[in-house]
């Protein structure tokens, strides 16, 4: 008889989720002890970091609640369910750990983005009296992550950084962006907004990066991992669908946005004096484009998932669940970093 790997049915939240959903939820003095400690695994010192990605579609509404103060979206219960990392946060501080979102500009240089999240996380240890982080980055969040280590001075405030769909050696659809005349709209546009992460993201200026950093990044303390995912074209969420098309006929197989060989960087990196570091790669056990490595399953039928169709919404819930754990097999793979 096949065994199930997951329940049918998983709704993800307790009791105690419920009793405090009315009370406000400050994310710089949350406890990961709220929920009891589950597994065997050494639980780590330092707090997780969750780094976002470019253009995050929760932007307005984690901008609204920072300007106004709002704690409706600050509610354990609520807010990561709406939030970038969808659900993430709260389910490993449901197994123990101690983790922190943080919030860096919209779609600006990855310079200016670096810069952001050095100040949240210097604002985190500040207030949390850690003296270092562990980083979970998605998508842009993690060349966000690699320039603050080497370029603002934050290699000895990381322990570890791991990476999912982060476009390491760039991706060609930001190439083809930029060669189509975006190039020209990012200049004019940029006292509206700031759009120059998208150049960030090419092919050349990933190219430029990784060859200045690779000493930097080879000999330093730091614990480095990527993560990747592929999905066909047919169930990549719609809007991603056309850059799908543009990274398959240069690089092959990718999520949507980013081709897997530049998710997955290198396998090491090699010092001129001779140092090297081994960088472990993993891929998602199954198939997953950019949204759906953060928690968003299937935009394209999410409409169909809810009481008026149980099969999707048992879906839904099973296979968010996987997304889950594969954050919570992260966070226990670097716990012990914290130690070394």
């Known amino acids: ?43 780590p010192e330092a707090p997780i970091i969750l780094a976002h990605g470019i253009a995050r579609p929760d932007y307005v509404i984690d901008s609204l609640s920072r300007t106004l103060n709002l704690s409706i979206y600050d509610i354990s219960f609520l807010s990561d369910r709406l939030h970038y990392f969808r659900g993430i946060a709260s389910f490993l501080r449901k197994h123990g750990f101690e983790v922190y979102h943080t919030s860096v500009s919209f779609a600006a240089g990855v310079e200016k983005r670096a810069r952001d999240l050095k100040k949240n996380i210097l604002a985190i240890l500040e207030k949390t009296s850690h003296t270092r982080v562990h980083i979970i980055a998605h998508s842009m969040g993690g060349l966000d992550a690699r320039h603050m280590i080497v370029d603002e001075g934050m290699a000895d405030k990381v322990i570890s950084l791991s990476t999912i769909g982060t476009p390491h050696l760039g991706t060609s659809a930001a190439d083809f962006i930029i060669e189509h005349g975006a190039d020209k709209v990012i200049g004019r546009l940029k006292r509206l907004i700031d759009l120059e992460g998208i150049r960030s993201c090419t092919t050349r200026a990933c190219r430029e990066f990784n060859e200045r950093a ?25 809007p991603f669908q056309i850059t799908w098309k543009i990274i398959a006929g240069h690089e092959g197989d990718n999520d949507g946005l980013v081709p897997v060989s530049s998710q997955k960087w290198h396998g090491s990196l090699h010092a001129d004096d001779g140092t090297f570091k081994v960088i472990p790669q993993h891929a998602f056990p199954f198939p997953a484009d950019h949204m759906d490595q953060i928690g968003w399953w ?4 999410i409409h169909k998932a809810g009481w008026w169709n149980m099969k999707a919404l048992r879906r839904k819930n099973k296979h968010e669940l996987m997304i889950k754990r594969i954050y919570l097999q992260i966070a226990r793979s670097v716990a012990d970093k914290t130690h070394a």
């Open 1 to 43: 008889m096949k065994k199930k790997l997951l329940p049918d049915f998983d709704l993800d939240f307790s009791d105690e989720d419920l009793d405090g959903i009315a009370e406000p939820f400050d994310p710089l003095h949350f406890s990961g002890n709220k929920f009891p400690h589950i597994g065997g695994f050494r639980k």
């Open 214 to 238: 690779r000493n930097i990044e080879a000999k330093n303390s730091i614990f480095y991992q990527t993560w990747s995912s592929q999905q066909t074209r047919e169930k990549t969420f719609l």
């Open 298 to 301: 299937h935009l394209n039928e």
